[in-house]
């Protein structure tokens, strides 16, 4: 490595080969458009390559690469879901996850920590032993834990929040939860969709969808006409203006949701810490940065802002958890856009459209999914059917009332 | 500080108000179908652009209108509810 790295500082251009080839024109035509570069996108383009050998395949994206959700989350991954439809789900895409560095021979920084969901009431620890039977019952690592223990692994912590807020009489705690290196996740699917054979088109904007006899017939982007019979939505907070495109309606409405980075210290929190009731979440990145997020905005709003209201009661409650955080400075804030759904449940797979698929509604759990929403929409696009996982996902459970209310989401008041 | 334009007591810090969603008249069930109620109940006008929201200042217990540019986050006219606001 050292050697590499003066390799690397003496050469006059750049010595690394780019990540994947830079297309400079769209085709008349392709097998399938895919819509958003983010995760979710290039890791659809990247099954369909590996698992359905489908490589005529175009990835759009307005702005740069993993530029949206993908770089905006905190990059936690877990599986300690509530229902059962979830659980599963979100179980296959943490296995993907733990072999993932590997298969697409990049490293993902992927680090399994632990993932306390602190209770600050009786009521709240009777939702988590809930969590764990369902949890244990699907063969998820997960168990209720309680203050000896939690004190035990993180002595850093304020069981009492300082007399500020309610004490914690427990958590759920599930030892795979980990933190993975965001933007490395799209590099890499971008890297092996590449070597498949699709095209990664960035600055590239969908100005509208062709449908004819209810069924998509091609994309107007705003570099051409492209023609194709199948298109995959997998955009995060411009869903509703897609689907508007194709004349679609969706209970998603979209809400920011903030967080922030404080300057780098040196390691000392190991695990994922959860407060629902603080509206907290932190975890320490390699970097030594604190890494925390909150819930979301109190009301719909389609932008990316953020606010000083945030930054004061997100600092607030972190010192309530952490007393030895107060002379810590801030790095930055930010926000991304959730597609909010009335269950907290993504809207995944066909719809009432013939070649218009949806990978949407991904709210505030939407990283953790990568790998397997990337994985079960190639399939959904190559058979033309819902695969088995996402098959409770589909948006007409709305017409039918079979909503899969998922309380085990972050960052959402239930 | 963000302000909203309470229609009985004038402009306040968001923070006394309480968001409620994005108003539309009600429907009776009794004339639509399964389907088309599903629709009615969780279906929503998320796209980009003017919406009218319920609002409540919850400090004197007040429920009104906004019309809200959902991408701008600019408030355009704030008013209390009559039984006109149902005709689109």
């Not at chain 1, 895919?34 to 990247?46: D, S, T, V």
Request: glycine share 10%; with cysteine.
């Amino acid at each position: 490595m050292p050697h590499r790295l003066l390799k690397f500082g003496f050469s006059d251009h750049h010595p690394e080969p780019r990540m994947f080839r830079e297309v400079s024109q769209l085709k008349p035509e392709y097998d399938a458009v895919i819509i958003g570069g983010g995760g979710h996108g290039l890791a659809a383009a990247y099954y369909l390559g590996k698992d359905h050998g489908i490589s005529n395949v175009a990835v759009l994206e307005q702005g740069y690469l993993g530029g949206g959700g993908t770089g905006r989350n905190t990059a936690i991954v877990r599986s300690n879901y509530l229902t059962p439809e979830g659980a599963r789900f979100y179980q296959a895409s943490v296995e993907l996850f733990q072999d993932l560095s590997r298969e697409l021979d990049y490293n993902l920084f992927y680090s399994e920590r632990g993932h306390f969901t602190l209770a600050h009431s009786p009521a709240s620890l009777r939702t988590q032993r809930w969590r764990a039977e369902v949890n244990q019952h699907l063969g998820i690592d997960s168990q209720v834990v309680y203050p000896d223990f939690i004190q035990s692994q993180i002595p850093q912590i304020d069981l009492t929040c300082g007399g500020h807020q309610p004490p914690i009489h427990g958590a759920l705690f599930h030892p795979p939860g980990a933190i993975a290196r965001h933007d490395a996740v799209a590099w890499a699917y971008a890297r092996g969709a590449d070597r498949y054979g699709a095209e990664i088109h960035q600055q590239t904007a969908v100005t509208d969808i062709e449908v004819r006899d209810g069924a998509v017939i091609g994309v107007h982007t705003d570099r051409g006409y492209i023609k194709t019979r199948k298109v995959l939505s997998a955009v995060a907070g411009w869903t509703t203006h897609i689907t508007k495109m194709v004349g679609l309606t969706t209970p998603l409405v979209i809400y920011p949701l903030q967080a922030m980075v404080t300057e780098p210290l040196k390691p000392w929190l190991n695990h994922i810490v959860v407060s629902a009731s603080l509206h907290v979440y932190v975890s320490q990145s390699s970097r030594g940065e604190l890494v925390a997020g909150a819930s979301l905005d109190p009301y719909e709003l389609i932008s990316s802002r953020s606010t000083l209201d945030f930054a004061e009661s997100m600092s607030g409650h972190l010192i309530d958890l952490f007393p030895c955080l107060p002379q810590v400075n801030v790095l930055r804030q930010w926000a991304g856009m959730c597609d909010m759904t009335p269950d907290f449940s993504p809207i995944m797979g066909l719809t009432p459209i013939s070649g218009f698929y949806l990978d949407s509604g991904w709210g505030t759990w939407g990283f953790k999914a990568t790998p397997i929403s990337g994985k079960t929409m190639a399939f959904t696009l190559a058979n033309n059917r819902d695969h088995d996982l996402i098959k409770a996902f589909n948006l007409s459970r709305f017409e039918r009332c079979e909503l899969v209310g998922e309380k085990g989401a972050a960052s959402v008041g239930h | 500080m963000k302000i909203l334009n309470c229609p009985l007591n004038g402009p306040r810090p968001i923070q006394e108000f309480h968001y409620g969603g994005e108003f539309h008249p009600p429907l009776d069930p009794a004339e639509l179908n399964d389907a088309d109620w599903g629709q009615e109940v969780h279906h929503r006008h998320g796209e980009p652009g003017v919406k009218r929201e319920w609002w409540y200042h919850t400090a004197s217990g007040t429920w009104f209108i906004a019309e809200r540019d959902n991408l701008k986050d600019h408030v355009i006219q704030t008013y209390l509810y009559t039984p006109e606001c149902g005709n689109d």
